[in-house]
């Protein structure tokens, strides 16, 4: 029988230690959170992100900026909020509008304030082992596997997806977690093969239920990041859970899994942004 990983249940307990944090250190933080324009599923993930600073009792800022926003303009803004010392992290909400570089957007922001972990000094320090923010949903995953007792060391780690803020940072913290990790892409071959190598298996590959049994070993773990709406309405990852769980030992599921994760993670990087000033 395997075993469900609940990230919704260890996200809580996540965000609990923290509110008991702020708390007792009396820790006062400030989230700066900036959309662009009003795309609705962007504006759930800003709602849900403010809900959470407040639950665990730091402040977030909002700004709602419309579409035709200018570059310039994001980027004056950012360039206050670096230089505001009431505000601890600085998070714009991707995807921003086409006419906008991303790029250039991520780059601005001060690697001190960071809290989304995409700026390159921060996933440098990532790379190097050094101390910094790291992307929050992998981060998201390290520590679904702690709290599950899953051990990385030693293990066959494949990673299926090599995205800036998923795939790539997820190799690099198995790796430093002394898991023996292997990255898949669009152009791997024998994708399958390869997946049934591994004792922990993290599909990071956009794909509707696109992994099914037959790309994994009896027993491994399997860690679903993606995420989808179906037809009916209903959400699915990237695993054909119903076809995979059995043949599993543990299980992430989707919604519930690595999802709400995602946003824990981003409370404990506001909290150690306002820690480290
Ligand atoms: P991207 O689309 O940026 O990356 C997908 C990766 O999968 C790419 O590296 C691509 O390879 C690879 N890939 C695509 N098709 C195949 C294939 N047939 N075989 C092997 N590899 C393939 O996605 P993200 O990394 O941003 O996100 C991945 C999933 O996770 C999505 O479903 C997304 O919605 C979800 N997600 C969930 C989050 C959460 O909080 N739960 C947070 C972030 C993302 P190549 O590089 O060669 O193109």
Redesign the pocket.
């Known amino acids: 029988m395997y075993k469900l990983i609940d990230g919704k249940l260890i996200s809580t307990t996540i965000k609990d230690e923290l509110k008991q944090e702020v708390a007792d250190k009396n820790i006062k933080a400030t989230l700066a959170v900036i959309q662009v324009g009003n795309d609705p599923a962007s504006s759930v993930y800003v709602g849900n992100k403010k809900k959470a600073c407040e639950y665990i009792g730091i402040g977030s800022k909002s700004f709602e900026l419309p579409e035709e926003t200018t570059e310039e303009e994001l980027l004056k803004l950012i360039d206050e909020l670096n230089a505001d010392d009431s505000i601890n992290g600085i998070l714009v909400q991707l995807p921003v509008p086409k006419h906008i570089d991303d790029e250039k957007i991520i780059n601005r922001i001060s690697p001190l304030k960071d809290v989304d972990g995409f700026h390159p000094e921060s996933v440098g320090n990532l790379c190097i082992g050094q101390e910094g923010f790291v992307s929050?949903?992998p981060a998201?995953i390290i520590e679904l596997l702690k709290r599950s007792d899953v051990s990385i060391e030693g293990k066959e780690c494949v990673v299926?997806?090599?995205?800036n803020?998923?795939?790539k940072p997820m190799a690099l913290l198995l790796l430093a977690n002394n898991g023996t990790v292997t990255v898949?892409?669009?152009?791997?071959k024998d994708?399958k093969k390869v997946c049934k190598r591994a004792d922990i298996l993290v599909a990071?590959?956009?794909?509707p239920k696109?992994i099914t049994a037959e790309y994994v070993k009896e027993g491994a773990v399997v860690i679903d990041?993606?995420?989808?709406r179906m037809d009916n309405g209903k959400l699915c990852?990237?695993v054909d859970f119903d076809d995979v769980a059995p043949h599993t030992s543990a299980i992430t599921p989707v919604p519930g899994g690595?999802?709400p994760?995602?946003i824990a993670m981003l409370m404990v990087n506001c909290v150690k942004a306002a820690k480290r000033r």
């Open positions: 929050c949903t998201g299926i997806g090599r995205s803020i998923v795939g898949c892409h669009s152009r791997t994708l990071a590959v956009g794909k696109m990041v993606g995420i989808h990852g990237d690595v999802g994760m995602t």
